[in-house]
């Protein structure tokens, strides 16, 4: 059975907001639809640990209810800090899970492919992996206007 902790109990604060960045919206869905609905739609996952705060716990259930699935989902309560929200995410998953992805919600383009990629590259010799992304960027300069 694979399992995903998925944490979504942050503040946005280095973003400015007043509220959970998950819960903006872009074409009529929240940032947290976006990314549930590509977790949901690799069919690898078959528990999903959302670490929410309290008192969004409800506004999750209402996003989940937009979005079809078969996937077992628990919720368990973020903590102070991001270590505290994994540790309660890991004290809710079941015990017969073969594999554990982690992942921030506040990353939607989450994939089939890379979800894949993940659970192929995880062992009993290699228990976990990271995805990323290079960054590549390109400076020019001019010396003069033509």
């Known amino acids: 059975m694979n399992s ?5 109990a942050g503040a946005g604060s280095r973003v400015g907001l007043s509220l959970n ?8 869905k929240t ?8 977790i949901f739609s690799s069919n690898q ?17 209402n996003i989940l209810s937009k979005i079809r699935h078969t996937v077992k989902v628990k919720f ?4 102070k800090t991001r270590f505290e929200s994994v540790k309660n995410g890991l004290l809710s998953v079941d015990p017969e899970s073969d594999y554990l992805l982690i992942h921030d919600c506040a990353r939607p383009f989450i994939n089939n492919k890379i ?7 995880i062992d009993k010799d290699t228990p976990g992996a ?14 003069k206007i033509l």
């Open 115 to 121: 979800i894949k990629i993940l659970l192929n590259n």
């Open 31 to 38: 940032l947290a639809q976006y990314t549930l609905e590509n």
């Open 76 to 79: 368990t309560s973020g903590g």
């Open 21 to 28: 960045k998950l819960l903006l919206k872009h074409e009529n």
């Open 45 to 61: 996952i078959d528990e999903l640990i959302i670490v929410v705060k309290n008192s969004e716990i409800e506004i999750f259930k």
């Open 4 to 8: 995903m902790i998925l944490l979504c």
């Open 130 to 143: 990271i995805p990323f992304l290079s960054c590549s960027d390109t400076i020019k300069e001019k010396e």
